[in-house]
């Protein structure tokens, strides 16, 4: 257990649905980050929020709309998402919004898009 | 060019080797160089941080950086079958310090033999 905790592990969704991911962190960060994993690709840095504030809005569609109602919660709300956002979605804590010790990551949650 | 890149490998080693895995970054602006280790199916995990020039050892692992040549590597001593992962490089504070978030290559799959 990393102190990063990630809802739910696995979520296999239609394109019509709609779903939110959950992230919580219990190491007294006050960044966090939302990652998408995708196969043969680096980790692409989705979202940024610094003291629940969003500072970094990596050019997502607006499909994906990330929530942050304070520093140690943050959610993914997904909707009409596409075949192509199946991905593993890691989400991410640091202490200082430079990160420059390093992020702690959640377990992630593998999503699968029908 | 890739800000981050590393050999997508995979790198085979056997037991009891020294695993070297190499990386080379862009920004010469960059201050902060880590290594994660993910394990298939999981999420990233730090193993190694690396702020100036030189060796840092802890363990079995050693990284060294290169900030004239914009290179870091990461040595794996004793090489055992659970060293087998996907090691990715991490940097931070590119442009001076003005990129606020890590940036990471697509990491080097370790196939440690028995």
């Known amino acids: 257990e990393t102190g990063v905790t990630q809802t739910p592990r696995h979520l296999v969704m239609g394109m019509t649905n709609k779903k939110s991911l959950k992230c919580e962190q219990h190491?007294?960060?006050?960044?966090m980050y939302w990652y998408k994993q995708s196969a043969k690709k680096p980790l692409e840095l989705m979202f940024v929020?610094?003291?629940?504030?969003?500072?970094e809005n990596n050019s997502v569609p607006s499909r994906f709309s990330p929530e942050c109602p304070n520093s140690s919660h943050l959610f993914l709300h997904l909707h009409t998402l596409q075949p192509e956002d199946s991905a593993l979605y890691l989400c991410?804590?640091?202490?200082?919004?430079?990160?420059?010790?390093?992020?702690?990551f959640g377990s992630g949650t593998r999503l699968t898009v029908v | 060019q890739k800000e981050v890149e590393q050999n997508s490998g995979p790198l085979s080693v056997p037991e009891g080797a020294i695993a070297s895995l190499n990386c080379t970054y862009s920004?010469?602006?960059?201050?902060?160089f880590f290594w994660y280790r993910q394990y298939s199916g999981k999420s990233p995990e730090l193993i190694m941080s690396?702020?100036?020039?030189g060796d840092k050892e802890d363990g079995r692992f050693t990284a060294q950086l290169n900030k004239a040549s914009q290179y870091v590597s990461l040595l794996i001593r004793d090489s055992q079958p659970s060293d087998s992962a996907t090691y990715l490089c991490?940097?931070?504070?590119?442009?001076?310090?003005?990129?606020?978030?890590?940036?990471f290559g697509t990491g080097t799959l370790l196939a440690v033999q028995p």
């Open positions: 991410a804590s640091s202490q200082g919004y430079r990160g420059s010790n390093g992020y702690t």
């Open positions: 190491l007294g960060h006050n960044a």
């Open positions: 929020y610094n003291f629940k504030e969003q500072t």
């Open positions: 920004d010469r602006g960059s201050q902060s």
């Open positions: 690396i702020y100036s020039n």
């Open positions: 991490a940097v931070w504070g590119g442009r001076g310090g003005a990129t606020n978030k890590l940036i």
